[in-house]
C-alpha cells in the first residue's frame, strides 16, 4: 500500500514537473517572440512573402537557434545572474521595439551610429514619439516578464549544477551566435542581443581614414571675402521659410535660389555630405565621404581660420565630425542657449563678421526640430495648437529677428553668408517629420539663401529659382574662396547660377561601416522623395 502511495506520488510530482517545463517553454516561445517581433517580421514574414522561402527559413533556424541557447543560459542561470542577462538583454530589446516601432524599419549598424549620432535628440523624441515608445515599453516589458516566468520556472522544475565550468560554459554559449553572425552567412541577430553586437562592431571599427589634401590651389590674385558663413539650420522646411520669414528679407540685398534639394532627410548624413563635398556625376553607393577633402582643408588652403559654432550640444561635435575632420577646425564653440539659441549665434557671428582677419565658420543652428512647442516660449499659442501651427510659432521665433541680428552693421562687400538647412520637413499630422522610411519630398524641400558683395552676387543675377541641390554650396564657396569656379564645378557640383548636375542624397548609413563598403545613396534627375 505505501508502495503504491508512494508511486502514485512520485507520478505526480513527474507529471507536475513535466507540466512546468511545458508552461515554461510556452511562455519563453511567446516572450521570445514578442522580443523579435521586428527581426521575424522583416526576415521571415516579409521574405516569405517575397517569395524567398529559402531566406526565410534560414532566419527563422538562426532566430531558433538563438533562442534556443538563451532557453538554455535561463534554466542554468541562478537568479542573480539570470537577472542580469534579462537586463541586458531588455536594454536591446527596448531599443529595436522604440526605433522599428517608430521607423518601419530594422536596426543596423549604420542605424546605430545615426542613433549615437542624434543623441542630442533623444528628450523632442521622447516628446513627439510618447505613444510609440510607451508601446515599446509595454512591449519590452510583456517579453521579459514572460522570459522570466519561463526561468522560474524551470528552474523550479529541474534542480541543474552550477559552477565556474558551468559558467563560463553558459558565456561562451551566449557568445556563440554572435561569432557565427560574424562570421558566417546567417541572419538576423536577435533583437535581445543585436545592439551590444552592433555596439561593439563601431567600438572594434577601423580608425576613420585620412581625408584627401585638396585638389585646387586658389588664385591670390582674386580678391575674396574676408568671412564666409554657411548657415545650416535644423528641420526648416522651404515652403513655411518662403511664407514666413523670407516677406521679412524684401529690403535686405540676397539672393534667394528658391526651394533646393537636401542631401538627406536626416541631419547627420544631410551634414556629413555637406561638409565633405560630392562628386554628384560620378557619386554611387561605394562613395567614402570621410576621405574626401572636406570644406574645411579648402578653408584652411585658402587662409581662412575655420570655425565650427553648434547651437545643438554642449559636448563633442556631433554629426559623424570624426577625428580626421575635427583636427581641421582651428576653434570649435558649442553654444546651446535655449529658445533664443539662435540670436545668441546670430550676434556672435555678427562680431565675427566685424572683426578683422579672414574667416570660415559653418553655424549649426537649433532651429525647429521636433517637438515644435520647445521652440517658442509657453502659452504664446494655446497648448492643443495643431502641429502646424506649433511649427509656423516656432519658426517666427527662432528665425523672425535672426537675419536682422546677424547683419546690422556688417560690411556686406566683406562677407558671403549661405542659409540654408538641414533637411525638411513632412508636415502632415501624424506623419513622421523627417528621417522616414519612405521619405516624401517635403523633408527635402529647404530654403536656400545667399548674402554676397555685389561682385559675387552679379555671377546669379540669372539663377533660376528652382532645380538647385544644397551639394552645389560647397563648389560655389570653393568660387568665393579663390578658387577657379569651373574647375570646382567639374570636380563635384554646378554653381549655383544653374540647376544641380544631379540630384544625390544619402540615407542614415552615410559612411561605411565595418567591413560594409556600401553606403545608402539615391541618385537622379528627380526631386528626391516620394
Known amino acids: 500500500m505505501e508502495g503504491a502511495m508512494g508511486s502514485e506520488g512520485a507520478n505526480r510530482a513527474s507529471w507536475a514537473r513535466a507540466g ?11 516572450g521570445y517572440a514578442i522580443a523579435n517581433r521586428y527581426p521575424l517580421t522583416y526576415n521571415v514574414l516579409y521574405r516569405h512573402a517575397a517569395g524567398d522561402t529559402e531566406s526565410a527559413v534560414r532566419a527563422m533556424l538562426f532566430l531558433g537557434l538563438q533562442g534556443g541557447i538563451l532557453l538554455v543560459a535561463l534554466a542554468l542561470l541562478p537568479g542573480r545572474w ?3 542577462l534579462l537586463a541586458l538583454a531588455g536594454a536591446s530589446i527596448l531599443v529595436n521595439h522604440g526605433y522599428s516601432g517608430i521607423v518601419g524599419e530594422p536596426v543596423d549598424g549604420g542605424t546605430l551610429a545615426w542613433m549615437i549620432a542624434e543623441t542630442r535628440q533623444a528628450g523632442n523624441a521622447a516628446g513627439e514619439f510618447t505613444a510609440p515608445l510607451l508601446m515599446a515599453g509595454a512591449q519590452t516589458t510583456a517579453a521579459l516578464a514572460l522570459l522570466a516566468a519561463a526561468h522560474w520556472l524551470l528552474r523550479g522544475a529541474v534542480a541543474l549544477p552550477w559552477g565556474r565550468g558551468v559558467a563560463v560554459g553558459v558565456i561562451a554559449l551566449l557568445a556563440l551566435p554572435s561569432l557565427l553572425y560574424r562570421t558566417a552567412d546567417l541572419w538576423p541577430e536577435g533583437a535581445e542581443r543585436n545592439i551590444p553586437g552592433l555596439g561593439w562592431d563601431l567600438l572594434t571599427a577601423p580608425a576613420p581614414p585620412p581625408r584627401a589634401a585638396p585638389e585646387l590651389t586658389p588664385d591670390p590674385a582674386i ?3 574676408r568671412h564666409i558663413v554657411w548657415l545650416i539650420d535644423e528641420s526648416v ?7 514666413l520669414i523670407a516677406p521679412r528679407l524684401a529690403a535686405v540685398p540676397h539672393l534667394d535660389f528658391g526651394v533646393a534639394a537636401a542631401m538627406g532627410n536626416c541631419s547627420a548624413p544631410a551634414q556629413v555630405a555637406l561638409r565633405s563635398g560630392v562628386d554628384v556625376r560620378r557619386a554611387s553607393p561605394a562613395i567614402d565621404l570621410r576621405r574626401t577633402p572636406s570644406i ?5 588652403r585658402a587662409g581662412y581660420r575655420t570655425l565650427l559654432i553648434d547651437g545643438q550640444t554642449s559636448g563633442a561635435p556631433q554629426n559623424l565630425l570624426l577625428a580626421p575632420e575635427r583636427a581641421l577646425i582651428d576653434d570649435f564653440r558649442p553654444m546651446p542657449g535655449g529658445i533664443d539659441t539662435d540670436l545668441k549665434i546670430a550676434d556672435a557671428l555678427n562680431r565675427q563678421m566685424r572683426a578683422p582677419g579672414r574667416s570660415f565658420t559653418l553655424a549649426v543652428l537649433r532651429g525647429v526640430h521636433f517637438q515644435y512647442r520647445d521652440h517658442y516660449p509657453a502659452g504664446a499659442i494655446p497648448a492643443d495648437s495643431p502641429v502646424a501651427l506649433q511649427y509656423d510659432t516656432a519658426l517666427g521665433w527662432s528665425k523672425g529677428r535672426f537675419f536682422e541680428r546677424l547683419l546690422a552693421g556688417v560690411d556686406r562687400d566683406a562677407v558671403a553668408v549661405v542659409y540654408t538647412s538641414d533637411h525638411g520637413q513632412n508636415l502632415t499630422p ?3 517629420p523627417h528621417c522616414s522610411r519612405e521619405a516624401v519630398q517635403g523633408e527635402f524641400r529647404i530654403p536656400l539663401l545667399a548674402f554676397l558683395p555685389d561682385t559675387l552676387a552679379a555671377r546669379y543675377a540669372a539663377a533660376p529659382r528652382q532645380g538647385h541641390s544644397a551639394s552645389q554650396i560647397f563648389p ?3 568660387g568665393w574662396m579663390g578658387y577657379d569656379p569651373a574647375k570646382a564645378a567639374g570636380l563635384y557640383d554646378n554653381d549655383l547660377d544653374r540647376p544641380t548636375a544631379r540630384y ?7 559612411i561605411p561601416m565595418g567591413s560594409d563598403t556600401q553606403v545608402s545613396l539615391t541618385a537622379g534627375t528627380a526631386f528626391p522623395g516620394n
Open 82 to 84: 539570470a537577472a542580469l
Open 296 to 300: 574645411w582643408a579648402y578653408a584652411k
Open 504 to 510: 544625390v542624397w544619402f540615407g542614415r548609413t552615410v
Open 20 to 30: 512546468r517545463i511545458v508552461a515554461a517553454l510556452l511562455l519563453f516561445a511567446a
Open 223 to 225: 580678391q575674396t571675402p
Open 476 to 478: 560655389a564657396t570653393l
Open 430 to 432: 501624424g506623419a513622421l
Open 237 to 243: 522646411a522651404e515652403a513655411p521659410f518662403a511664407r
